[in-house]
């Protein structure tokens, strides 16, 4: 069975600092590359980071050098730390694999704001 359980999102002013992490199935986490996504209100889900296996990482250009993916093999958890959060930020996050499977978690809202 699929699991994805995303937490350690919430409200944070901007420039400040959150790190969601999400615990996945040992199965696929064994398997696949894994991702973060993201979805703001009234726009489509994207893809913000990726981290391979192997550990290679890659960003989209508009968190590029403010968050770092990384991952725990022996948890089969991957993590999400972001820093120098922007109001834009705001989003709900979701890690799956990348590409992504049909099946997605709840998410964790982050909420940048003043």
């Known amino acids: 069975q699929v699991q994805l359980v995303e937490s350690g999102g919430g409200l944070v002013q901007p420039g400040g600092s959150l790190r969601l992490s999400c615990a996945a199935s040992g199965r696929i986490f064994s398997i696949y590359s894994m991702a973060w996504y993201r979805q703001a209100p009234g726009k489509q889900r994207e893809l913000v980071a990726v981290i391979t296996r192997g550990g290679s990482t890659n960003y989209t250009d508009y968190v590029r050098g403010r968050f770092t993916i990384s991952r725990n093999n022996a948890k089969s958890t991957v993590y999400l730390q972001m820093n120098s959060l922007k109001p834009e930020d705001t989003a709900v996050y979701y890690c799956?694999?990348?590409?992504?499977?049909?099946?997605w978690g709840q998410g964790t809202q982050v909420t940048v704001s003043s």
């Open positions: 799956n694999v990348e590409p992504p499977l049909t099946f």
